[in-house]
């Protein structure tokens, strides 16, 4: 996109020609504004202290906007609010000296004791009306936060009588088990992937006993019961499954591989012909020219132990990733046998015992997961030496003497039979759900939607940088979570509101990317970058605006502008 220069003239005094910047501030108060999120947060954040120099729910607007535009700790914010036009930040220019990290801080401290599932709920409420977001299909998952410090105190301990999250070890979901974290819990809708519901747990909480409080508090922001719950198998637990279904609730989930179910079936695959019913035939994803990507479901004739329908899936595009992974596997464990081989067989091997050899072998195996696939075992190689019992040169008399060498080796067969066993239920797994009126083709196209709950994680580590937190208590840090939680829902929104558009009005395309290169699916940081050069001029006599030069949007911005629901006159009348 081409920007015009502005002409450079010099100014006679008293007259000052300041650039005041607006970026994308003007299109985030929109969003804003239609969530009536500022008088929300006024409402459920009071300033009831009379001391309090810049109003919480004030600050707590001023850090929701820095999260969305700038990633930047809170210490900069000052000088941030400062860098753009007056009141942008929701606030008065008197107030934008008073912002200030302990500023900041108290309005964190307040929003952590303030009922925020009561302002969690008004939000969706809000949402749903003014957007018309359904709220009949809901996708739930967790992700795991990392955090570098020490954080001893931040043990669950009470803070104002009210518990604080526990930042501790615990199944790291970033494979970093050597960093402390808590738990992310998201909900999202299926119409957009829009955020709906967000806690914060404990570093070490099992997913599994997080489900029955997130499905309680999306009852209630639903206003109903019977809205379809999708979850990943940590949802597949015997509390979880029957509380959803004794209050009226529907849910999918995937079966786990310790069901019997899982089991029974893949045994009687081995002898049967499955009649599978064909659901998509597309292109490959990610090659050209490479096989097709054709999915299948079948209805188990079985239903679970609970008595729920069992829908198995076969992809045949993840039945060529399972056995390519597992050949790989099998190269790569027969590779490094190989050469612990060939280290044993040399004149001072390190391991000789039996049994460290084979807990290193079991270490080799269970990492790369072909334990059922290799047979190992130890066999006593012998090597014999003769020497002479006496020195000199050997005559015919000369006697020798027989020395035996013995060296533990290693030998290794394929277990084919079990190779065959698993490739014949290869690219297939199963889904449960106590829906009935469901078809098999609409409970895997319902669990197909779950990955987009995994994007709204990749841009809150990526887009906004979760990880790197810039505080040490752990109350403001979960108050802080939430804040990310609204800044995710704001940009949803974006996002949903720009593709609908599109999609009505037949445009496939937008010049978004770098080089005016075409974009299918606009995100909201292509639409944060659009608009991050955007500012306008004031011309200044005696501390007086004597004439204001509003920004001059392109084209493509005010098509934007106009695909999001938005004028233009957010820009030409900012404040």
Not at 49 to 68: E, Q
Not at 143 to 161: E, H, L, M, N, P
Not at 416 to 438: A, C, F, V
Request: proline share 6%.
């Amino acid at each position: 996109m081409k920007q015009c220069q502005p002409l450079s003239l010099p100014l006679v005094p008293p007259f000052e020609l300041v650039n005041e910047r607006l970026g994308p501030l003007p299109l985030v108060n929109e969003f804003i504004g239609q969530l009536d999120l500022e008088r929300l947060l006024d409402r459920h954040v009071p300033t009831r202290d009379r001391r309090c120099r810049l109003a919480y729910g004030k600050a707590l607007g001023v850090l929701l906007r820095a999260i969305l535009i700038e990633r930047e700790p809170i210490y900069r914010h000052e000088g941030l609010v400062q860098s753009f036009a007056p009141r942008l930040f929701g606030i008065e220019p008197a107030e934008a000296e008073r912002v200030c990290d302990d500023a900041l801080g108290r309005a964190l401290d307040q929003l952590f004791l303030a009922d925020r599932a009561a302002l969690l709920t008004e939000v969706v409420v809000t949402m749903s009306r003014r957007f018309g977001v359904r709220l009949d299909e809901l996708h739930n998952d967790s992700t795991s936060v990392q955090f570098a410090g020490q954080y001893r105190s931040a043990r669950g301990r009470r803070r104002w009588g009210k518990r604080a999250p526990w930042i501790t070890y615990g199944f790291s979901k970033d494979h970093r088990p050597d960093l402390k974290q808590l738990l992310f819990i998201l909900t999202t809708t299926a119409d957009g992937g829009v955020p709906v519901q967000f806690r914060c747990a404990d570093g070490n909480t099992n997913d599994s006993i997080t489900h029955i409080e997130s499905w309680e508090a999306l009852r209630q922001a639903a206003g109903r019961a019977d809205f379809l719950y999708v979850a990943d198998s940590k949802l597949c637990s015997y509390e979880n499954m029957q509380h959803i279904d004794q209050q009226g609730g529907r849910f999918v989930t995937v079966l786990p591989r310790s069901r019997k179910e899982d089991e029974w079936f893949r045994r009687w695959l081995q002898t049967h012909d499955v009649d599978w019913e064909p659901v998509w035939d597309r292109p490959n994803p990610r090659r050209r020219y490479g096989p097709r990507d054709r999915w299948f479901v079948h209805r188990c004739q079985l239903p679970s132990q609970e008595g729920w329908p069992v829908i198995w899936v076969y992809s045949t595009l993840l039945a060529l990733r399972q056995r390519q992974r597992r050949l790989e596997q099998l190269q790569q464990a027969t590779e490094e046998l190989a050469d612990l081989d060939r280290r044993l067989q040399g004149p001072r091997p390190r391991r000789r015992i039996r049994h460290q050899l084979a807990q290193q072998v079991r270490e080799i195996l269970e990492r790369l997961n072909v334990a059922e696939y290799l047979h190992v075992e130890f066999w006593t190689e012998e090597r014999h030496s003769f020497r002479q019992e006496h020195r000199g040169r050997p005559g015919p008399d000369t006697r020798f003497r027989r020395q035996t060498q013995r060296r533990v080796r290693l030998r290794w067969t394929l277990q084919q039979e079990r190779i065959d066993y698993d490739q014949k239920s290869d690219g297939m797994y199963p889904l449960l759900t106590n829906d009935r009126k469901l078809t098999p083709r609409q409970v895997l196209e319902a669990h197909k939607r779950q990955p987009c709950i995994e994007r709204r994680f990749e841009q809150l580590k990526s887009a906004h940088e979760i990880a790197p937190v810039f505080l040490k208590s752990e109350s403001r840090i979960e108050a802080f979570f939430f804040l990310y939680f609204l800044a995710l829902l704001l940009q949803a929104l974006a996002e949903r509101q720009i593709r609908e558009a599109m999609r009505r009005a037949g445009i496939p395309e937008l010049p978004l990317y770098p080089e005016e290169r075409e974009c299918r699916r606009p995100t909201f940081l292509q639409i944060l970058r659009l608009f991050a050069l955007a500012q306008r001029s004031v011309l200044r006599k005696n501390d007086a605006v004597a004439q204001v030069f509003q920004p001059s949007l392109s084209e493509l911005q005010r098509q934007v502008l106009s695909l999001l629901g938005v004028g233009a006159e957010c820009y030409l009348t900012a404040s």
